[in-house]
């Protein structure tokens, strides 16, 4: 198994299907100094891209076509134990918070949301994880 | 001579022949005596009568030795007496009149061998030679049993009948063969009023009964007999003289014209050669009876009417196979037939045909006949064919023994009932519906506007922290966006806090909060409002202390929602003050938030809490959909409180809140324990860490007290989500204590982080929470959390709960190294 970071520093997946919210977020993520920010508008792709890739945190909007967030952290659910990864949900649905935790999530931020609260928690969810 | 001796002859023949009939005769006990009584002779009669045998007596006793002695005793003196000369008690006073030439039958009992006894008559005739001299005595006895028992049978007779006469409750009323009173005894004076002097030999009974009754009994009389009966005694007596028993009632008249119906018993007095010689009328009152059956009557009858008028349910009497006995006005009402129409016919007429084919009536009348009463629901069809929604109870009547007499069945027309139901309830769902679609809508809807604003919010703040920086013009541009944008986004958590509220889906979180924390935090998050806008701000001092029932967070963002009103709505270098009282009467407490505004008039105050109802924008042009208000009355009330204002035009409003006033947190007495930072880093040996991530400084000043009891355990806390979980990666507390509703990431998330970092993923979290549902600790259960406590806190189970963890810590730390 690889280990969960290189030196690039962690590996982090962005998953919306709206290419404005992915925008904001890279950019916000890299001026964080996140180097090795990746993202997709395909829900259906993330769990083969995280078999791949060994991503350290997901960034998962829920409210997506063909394919809601709480089906992607389901088919996640599989190949967790073997690529652990940290998941945190961006949402509209301010009142999906509980649910996202009892389905997998392991933290919730409600849309719209202001940058430093999203940097900080993604460093929090990132040092967690970190060895 | 021989003429002489010839009727000699003769005379001797026949006494002869009387002496052997009476001494052969077992109907009488012959007993012949010498002249000093000893037995010389006893027959068949004596033996039989007196249980010796001829052998037991003669020549060894006397009559009086099988007499009772008593008797013989009073006999002699009695005798001593009636002659003047003394006699013996023994055989003389048994035979001393016929030695005296007296007739001489008494009655005297003898003594049987077997020692009963019985009455005797007894003949005593002295036995006398040629010259008269007495040789001996023959006592003839006969067995008096029979007719002593007849004589007291008379007497007991005769007493009844004295009874009867002179009883005061019977009138005895007896007449001649034409009816003449001849007696009229005691009860028929009371009863009548007349004295039997007004009407002896005067008078017939005919005179004192209703001479209609009296007629028409003649007349009935008549044709049942088949020969004309004149109206008066004869048709009284009539009967009786035929010897038919004749009881019958009449009403008889008394003295002072007065009434009262009476039961009479005629007989027919005869003579011995049966020929009527007057008649016994008998008679009793019978007033009491009478009243008896009337009022009985009456009632029945007056019964039988309420039952008949009732017209809003059908009181219908089935007989015991179900057919219809009686009907009522409601019946008629509600199923449509008359009662000729319908008595005597089987209820099932009343149910549906596929109820009938299934034997739902015959099944109906066996349940209430088991159990006495039976009720049921169900669609029962009228004469018209129209089925109608009926209530039924069957009562199974029974007789004193228990048997089965009939059914009462009570039925109800409960249709227009059921139909008002049915729209009511249709009302209720659509408006229900109604609700729910518009919670629904307003949910949604604001999750729709979320999105794009979270683009305009986002990209505005990163077009603000760009390098090269945005010019001065730009920058003023940028933070126009940004604050459009986030008042927008304030707008739409209220539209869907009162969406969540109305839905009834909003989840609180009650517990004691302590007014003094809460306060200060308010006030240090409105001072900055405050200053930009020139208002002077005044919080009460902090020594007054108060703990209300609340949830923290709502609470806040009430008197947030009220202090950011007062001064946005203020005058310009106006003052807001908050104040805090205590009601100890209402146990309450009492937040006034103080403006000196415009002030509102009576009108606007009553649309005040009303949403989309926002005031005073066109004065000052202020920002504001008045929804945080309608949001805050809402969230007041959830926590079983009140919301209100009072304004004064020119002067200012007053806005208040009131709260249940609890009691706060019992702080058990210990010394205080003083953690110094620079102990954060790291734990000398043998003293446990434990993490505490609390918002609400009660919980944590309580919880701090408990540990500082154990010299074995250090504290450590933090105030939200984020700082306990940067804490808890930096010291490795051995347990954490998480509470679940924390500002920023909630407890839940800070435990999936901690779970999820190498360091932290063994350390036991026991969740703190005031969400008390079973479902919450469930969810807390299952989100991973060591053990779930609820609040308020129970010292016991929380040093327990303690004291498990840390050995858990303890064991994992032994294994780890």
Redesign the interface.
């Given at each position: 198994m690889l280990p969960a970071t290189d030196a690039l520093g962690p590996r982090i997946l962005i998953v919306d299907d709206?290419r404005?919210?992915i925008r904001?977020l890279e950019?916000?993520l890299r001026?964080a100094g996140y180097a090795e920010v990746m993202s997709t508008v395909e829900p259906r792709e993330v769990a083969a891209l995280h078999q791949q890739n060994h991503y350290d945190l997901i960034l998962l909007d829920l409210?997506m076509p063909e394919m809601n967030g709480f089906q992607v952290m389901e088919e996640l659910q599989e190949t967790r134990s073997a690529n652990?990864v940290?998941i945190l949900v961006l949402s509209?649905?301010?009142?999906a918070?509980?649910t996202v935790?009892?389905k997998g999530?392991?933290?919730?931020i409600?849309?719209?949301?202001?940058?430093p609260d999203v940097v900080?928690?993604v460093q929090?969810?990132l040092?967690?994880?970190?060895? | 001579m021989a003429a002489v001796e010839l009727r000699r002859k003769k005379a001797l023949l026949k006494t002869g022949a009387l002496q052997n009939a009476i001494l052969n005769s077992a109907n009488f006990s012959s007993i012949a005596t010498d002249e000093k009584g000893v037995i010389q002779l006893f027959n068949v009669g004596a033996e039989r009568m007196l249980g010796y045998a001829a052998a037991d007596v003669v020549d060894q006793i006397t009559p009086a030795d099988i007499s009772d002695p008593q008797e013989v005793i009073a006999r002699a003196a009695a005798l001593s007496v009636e002659l003047g000369t003394p006699i013996t008690p023994g055989f003389e006073a048994l035979a001393f009149k016929a030695s005296r030439g007296i007739e001489d039958i008494y009655e005297l009992t003898y003594i049987r061998k077997d020692g009963t006894r019985f009455p005797a008559i007894v003949s005593v005739t002295a036995l006398r030679d040629d010259r008269e001299a007495v040789i001996g005595y023959l006592l003839i006895g006969t067995d008096n049993t029979a007719r002593k028992e007849a004589e007291e049978a008379l007497a007991e007779a005769a007493a009844l009948q004295n009874a009867i006469f002179n009883s005061a409750n019977f009138s005895s009323i007896a007449t001649d063969a034409k009816g003449v009173i001849q007696v009229f005894n005691v009860g028929a004076e009371r009863m009548l009023g007349y004295a039997a002097t007004d009407v002896l030999n005067k008078i017939t009974p005919a005179e004192i009964s209703d001479p209609q009754e009296v007629i028409a009994r003649a007349a009935a009389l008549s044709l049942e007999l088949g020969t004309p009966i004149t109206p008066g005694f004869e048709a009284l007596a009539f009967k009786a003289s035929r010897g038919i028993e004749d009881i019958y009632e009449l009403t008889y008249i008394r003295k002072d014209g007065t009434r009262f119906p009476a039961v009479v018993s005629v007989t027919a007095l005869r003579d011995d050669r049966q020929a009527v010689i007057g008649y016994l009328l008998i008679g009793t009152d019978n007033s009491a009876r009478k009243h008896a059956e009337e009022k009985l009557r009456w009632t029945e009858g007056s019964f039988r009417l309420m039952v008949e008028s009732v017209s809003d349910y059908a009181i219908v009497m089935l007989d015991p196979e179900g057919r219809v006995a009686s009907w009522n006005t409601g019946a008629q009402r509600i199923k449509g037939y008359h009662a000729d129409e319908i008595l005597g016919r089987h209820f099932s007429t009343f149910y549906q045909p596929d109820d009938v084919a299934r034997g739902k009536p015959q099944r109906d009348l066996e349940q209430a006949a088991s159990s006495g009463r039976h009720e049921d629901e169900g669609w029962r069809i009228r004469k018209d064919g129209s089925l109608f929604w009926a209530n039924i109870v069957f009562t199974a009547i029974r007789d004193q023994s228990g048997n089965l007499r009939g059914f009462a069945k009570l039925t109800r027309d409960l249709t227009e009932r059921n139909k008002v139901e049915a729209t009511l309830k249709n009302a209720r769902a659509i408006a229900e519906k109604a609700n729910l679609a518009k919670s629904d809508f307003l949910s949604s809807m604001s999750h729709e506007l979320r999105s794009p604003l979270n683009a305009i919010l986002g990209f505005a703040q990163l077009m603000e922290s760009d390098s090269p920086a945005p010019t001065p013009a730009q920058g003023e541009s940028i933070i126009q966006i940004l604050n459009a944008g986030w008042y927008l986004l304030e707008l739409i958590n209220e539209i869907l806090d009162l969406a969540t509220i109305e839905s009834g889906k909003l989840s609180m979180s009650l517990e004691p909060v302590s007014l003094n924390e809460l306060l200060l935090e308010c006030h240090s998050m409105i001072e900055p409002l405050a200053q930009r806008r020139g208002i002077t701000m005044t919080f009460p001092r902090s020594d007054s202390v108060y703990t209300v029932h609340a949830d923290r967070t709502r609470i806040k963002q009430v008197l947030i929602n009220l202090l950011s009103n007062a001064i946005k709505y203020n005058t310009p270098k106006g003052s807001v003050a908050l104040d805090c009282s205590a009601n100890t009467a209402s146990g309450r407490v009492r937040i006034t938030v103080t403006d000196t505004g415009a002030g509102l008039p009576p009108e606007k105050l009553a649309q005040l809490f009303q949403p989309f109802n926002r005031l005073g924008q066109e004065v000052n042009g202020e920002e504001g959909t008045g929804i945080g208000l309608v949001v805050s009355k809402r969230l007041v009330e959830l926590m079983d409180g009140n919301i209100g204002v009072e304004s004064t035009i020119g002067t200012g409003s007053v806005f208040w809140v009131e709260l249940l006033s609890t009691a706060p947190l019992v702080l058990p007495a210990a010394e205080e324990k003083i953690v110094a930072a620079e102990s954060v880093a790291a734990a000398p040996d043998g003293l446990r860490t434990l993490l505490y991530v609390e918002d609400n400084p009660a919980n944590l000043q309580l919880v701090e007290r408990l540990i500082a009891r154990r010299n074995d355990v250090r504290l450590l806390s933090a105030v939200d989500g984020n700082r306990g979980v940067e804490l808890a990666r930096t010291v490795l507390p051995d347990v954490i204590l998480m509470d679940i509703n924390l500002p920023g990431i909630s407890g839940i998330e800070a435990l999936k982080i901690l779970r999820e970092g190498k360091t932290t993923a063994h350390i036991p979290i026991v969740a703190l929470s005031a969400n008390a549902m079973p479902r919450d600790i469930q969810r807390g259960m299952d989100a991973g959390f060591f053990r779930y406590l609820t609040k308020p806190i129970k010292v016991s189970e929380f040093m327990e709960t303690l004291n498990i963890a840390l050995a858990f810590a303890e064991e994992h730390h032994a294994a780890g190294n």
């Open positions: 709206q404005s919210n904001l950019q916000t001026r409210q652990p940290s509209a649905d301010s009142t918070r509980e935790l009892e999530g392991d933290s919730f409600g849309k719209p949301f202001r940058l900080e928690r929090l969810m040092k967690a994880a970190a060895p | -």
